[in-house]
């Protein structure tokens, strides 16, 4: 690598035929599966020429990026390898991913969304569902009722994690509670009940606690 950046410093004309021979190589080593070798020298055909398009091969530095656990580098390259690839569900999955990595939840949502219009396969719902109470419940946290029920409706919706479809309906409860719609407020917490036969008493305890306010507040109503 060294001696292509002599050989361009010494003579700028050198550069279309360096990054010829560079682009061959990295070609050669992408077929090969050497990984390692051809994220190297596309990087190094970057570095000569920033504005080349690798086309495809932006998944491959993507993927690389993703395993080696930067994030950041990982999102430009989907992003741009999508362009090519536009109906790669795995690779939206990932960028989702690289995003939630990023702590930006609401790319992640949108990324999810939007794959789940081509591909409505369980591995993205599933994702899709945990984001979208991570968002609901943060929203909720924040006091914007509105937008977090947005989201918890979308968990309740797509009914998966169904670990979370019982914390997403005593949110919302919460929710109609705090807004004195107290007939929607039962039916969460009935609902609460309802899914929540065995497992998880705390949150049966509180949503039991809630509906016995509420029926003593409507019993001297």
């Given at each position: 690598m060294k001696c292509f950046d002599k050989l361009i410093a010494k003579d700028?004309?050198?550069?279309?035929?360096?990054?010829?021979k560079l682009i061959e190589e990295a070609e050669k080593s992408a077929k090969k599966r050497k990984t390692f070798t051809a994220?190297?020298?596309?990087?190094?055909?970057?570095?000569?020429?920033?504005?080349?398009d690798l086309k495809d091969k932006n998944i491959l530095m993507g993927d690389w990026f993703f395993d080696s656990r930067e994030y950041e580098k990982s999102i430009n390259f989907?992003?741009?390898?999508?362009?090519?690839?536009?109906?790669?569900?795995?690779?939206?999955?990932?960028?989702?991913?690289?995003?939630?990595s990023m702590d930006d939840l609401v790319s992640a949502y949108e990324?999810?969304?939007?794959?789940?219009?081509?591909?409505?396969?369980?591995?993205?719902?599933y994702w899709l569902g945990k984001i979208s109470?991570?968002?609901?419940?943060?929203?909720?946290?924040?006091?914007?009722?509105?937008?977090?029920?947005?989201?918890?409706?979308?968990?309740?919706?797509?009914?998966i994690p169904e670990i979370l479809v019982d914390d997403a309906y005593f949110l919302l409860g919460?929710?109609?509670?705090?807004?004195?719609?107290?007939?929607?407020?039962?039916e969460c917490y009935h609902k609460v009940l309802e899914i929540n036969k065995l497992a998880k008493p705390r949150i049966r305890k509180e949503?039991?606690?809630?509906?016995?306010?509420?029926?003593?507040?409507?019993?001297?109503?």
């Open positions: 700028p004309k050198w550069k279309p035929k360096v990054l010829e994220v190297m020298i596309y990087s190094k055909i970057l570095e000569i020429d920033p504005g080349y989907y992003i741009k390898g999508l362009e090519y690839d536009n109906k790669n569900g795995d690779v939206r999955l990932k960028l989702a991913q690289s995003y939630i990324v999810l969304k939007e794959a789940i219009k081509e591909y409505s396969n369980w591995r993205l719902r109470f991570k968002l609901g419940e943060k929203r909720f946290e924040e006091g914007n009722y509105e937008s977090a029920e947005l989201y918890l409706r979308e968990v309740i919706s797509l009914g919460d929710i109609k509670f705090s807004q004195e719609q107290y007939e929607e407020a039962k949503a039991e606690e809630i509906l016995e306010i509420i029926k003593n507040m409507e019993e001297k109503s």
